[in-house]
């Protein structure tokens, strides 16, 4: 199966989940046009208050949505745009990627992942014990997070559900994601 987006979706303001879109607009180094967190800096409010000159790192959010099965058979109900995600992935192991893969986006948008999302005590408000279902550990013990990946545009265009998703792998050696 070649891997497509699911669904997009965006907000202007500031809110845990983000409503579906027909098609959302990439704009080169700042992220989904119209959504809260377009920019060229942070845009996350708690990051905002941290540092307002980072750079924005997490301009799309994107997750696969064989974690929506997941946790559906988990006896969670998440849709499409609940989690706050940009785009709704299929296909593609978004976690196994390398720091630096690009992704193009339907015919002209490109972005590269910058890190893991990094979930925080809003996904159990959503929903009481989400936080540990996104969660999970490796043999080693070491935490993984399933709640995404974050990624910066590298080039704009648009990009609706039924887009194919073409992965091109940075050089090696790759370094694994890391939360953002």
């Known amino acids: 199966m070649s891997a497509t987006v699911r669904a997009v979706a965006s907000d202007a303001a500031h809110r845990f989940s983000k409503p579906l879109q027909m098609a959302i607009e990439l704009v080169a180094g700042h992220g989904v046009k119209g959504d809260a967190h377009f920019g060229v800096t942070v845009q996350h409010r708690s990051r905002v208050a941290a540092d307002p000159t980072q750079p924005n790192l997490r301009q799309v959010h994107l ?28 296909g593609l192991d978004l976690l196994s990627l390398p ?4 992704l193009r986006l339907g015919a002209e948008a490109e972005i590269e992942l910058t890190g893991l999302r990094n979930p925080c005590a809003q996904i159990d408000r959503f929903q009481q014990g989400l936080m540990r279902a996104v969660l999970d550990h ?31 792998l940075p050089p090696a050696p790759h370094r694994a994601l890391e939360k953002v």
């Open 138 to 168: 490796d043999a080693d013990g070491r935490l993984i997070r399933k709640a995404g990946v974050m990624a910066v545009v590298r080039s704009g265009g648009f990009v609706r559900p039924g887009d194919t998703i073409a992965v091109t």
């Open 63 to 90: 997750i696969q949505c064989e974690l929506f099965d997941d946790l559906a058979a988990r006896g969670f109900r998440v849709r499409p745009g609940d989690l706050g995600e940009n785009v709704l992935t299929e």
């Open 99 to 102: 720091t630096g893969s690009v």
